[in-house]
């Protein structure tokens, strides 16, 4: 039997980048610049200069850069934003944090990204904003999204977690709405050696803002102007993040040339797959398919030492922590298909020849 693969194996990036990364965190300890400080700032920089948007704001995690997105822009008791049911529950956090209620809206069935057409019948007079997730490195169609968003008064701010190096009509993903909110979580395309997170803005009232909430609520330490939080990116992280940042165009490209292969060469017919239309540049954080017998595919994968995962099985509008707000099943009928129907293949830059056939094989060779 051939050897496993993994559905991603974070080991050999740090195999072929060890001395580096490993000279990066010395450099930190040596200093002892272990939260915020010049590291931390200094991919801030770099990263802001990689996306192209004025600023970059270090914060401890992806769901803590959503947070204060909503905070920065207001967002309160009393007051909804619309997000999609179809994606990882932290886009929602971002929401309830604030005391505000997220507002779920369905996905198309084709590029699996909240519907505008379904977000113009969730506007109320209490909506302040809209979060579109670039789902599995996929744009949303910002366009439309921000679109409607005008017409309504409404702020929109772009979920970027899954989608570093992603573009939407020649702009990278982070350049496009109020903000882009990032994660660095382990497995992500650019990712840090624990948790990490960033928003990223061109309105220096928002960078300050951000920056005094993950301060404490200080711009002058101990002197709390707000309630604030401790957000602040760490050290280590930010030099970590410092060193994989040059190779992150590497690591799009081998990603994008990995998902386009498995588009033209899996045939299957029991296979749909995301559709990615013309004026986006999508970066495969995860290649998602939606097969009709989910678990048994699973297990023929399995069975055949390719690990599979799944994302995500449930969707938000129908997770216990929000029973509260009276979703259904049937309320968001394309969002709760993928859920029942999703399976994540192996994709990662490291990916070697003989393994991304063999993915290509065994889809092919599934008879369901």
Not at 15 to 29: D, G, K, P, Q, S
Not at 199 to 221: F, M, P, S, W
Not at 270 to 285: D, G, K, Y
Not at 290 to 308: K, L, N, S
Request: charged share 20%; aromatic share 12%.
């Amino acid at each position: 039997m051939s050897e496993p693969i993994k559905r991603i194996d974070l080991t050999r990036d740090y195999e072929a980048h060890r001395e580096e990364y490993l000279e990066a965190i010395e450099r930190v300890c040596a200093q002892t610049a272990f939260s915020g400080g010049k590291y931390a700032d200094a991919f801030d920089e770099a990263f802001a200069a990689y996306v192209g948007t004025r600023y970059a704001c270090g914060v401890n995690n992806g769901t803590s850069a959503l947070h204060c997105a909503m905070l920065a822009l207001g967002v309160g008791k009393g007051d909804q934003v619309i997000v999609p049911a179809n994606t990882y529950i932290a886009t929602a956090w971002g929401v309830t944090y604030t005391g505000a209620e997220p507002v779920f809206a369905d996905c198309r069935a084709d590029t699996w990204e909240i519907d505008p057409g379904e977000i113009e019948k969730k506007i109320t007079s209490r909506t302040k904003g809209i979060i579109g997730v670039h789902l599995y490195g996929q744009p949303f169609d910002y366009g439309a999204v921000k679109e409607i968003a005008d017409r309504h008064g409404l702020f929109v701010v772009e979920d970027c977690a899954q989608a570093h190096g992603a573009r939407f009509e020649g702009r990278n993903v982070g350049t496009l709405g109020e903000m882009g909110c990032f994660s660095f979580y382990p497995g992500k395309n650019l990712y840090a050696f624990g948790e990490g997170g960033s928003v990223t803005c061109d309105k220096e009232a928002y960078y300050r803002h951000i920056t005094r909430l993950k301060n404490q609520g200080c711009d002058v330490r101990y002197y709390h102007d707000e309630v604030g939080y401790n957000y602040r990116l760490e050290g280590i992280q930010g030099a970590v993040l410092s060193v994989s940042l040059k190779y992150l165009p590497g690591w799009t490209k081998k990603r994008q040339e990995i998902g386009r292969r498995y588009l033209q060469e899996i045939t299957n017919p029991l296979f749909t797959m995301q559709s990615h239309p013309s004026n986006t540049e999508p970066v495969f954080h995860l290649f998602v398919v939606t097969v009709p017998h989910r678990d048994d595919f699973v297990a023929y994968m399995a069975q055949a030492g390719v690990e599979c995962n799944l994302h995500y099985p449930v969707p938000c509008h129908l997770q216990k922590a929000y029973g509260y707000l009276g979703y259904q099943k049937g309320d968001c009928p394309n969002a709760e298909y993928l859920a029942e129907h999703c399976v994540t293949l192996p994709l990662f830059p490291e990916m070697r020849e003989e393994e991304i056939c063999r993915v290509i094989e065994l889809c092919n060779s599934y008879q369901g």
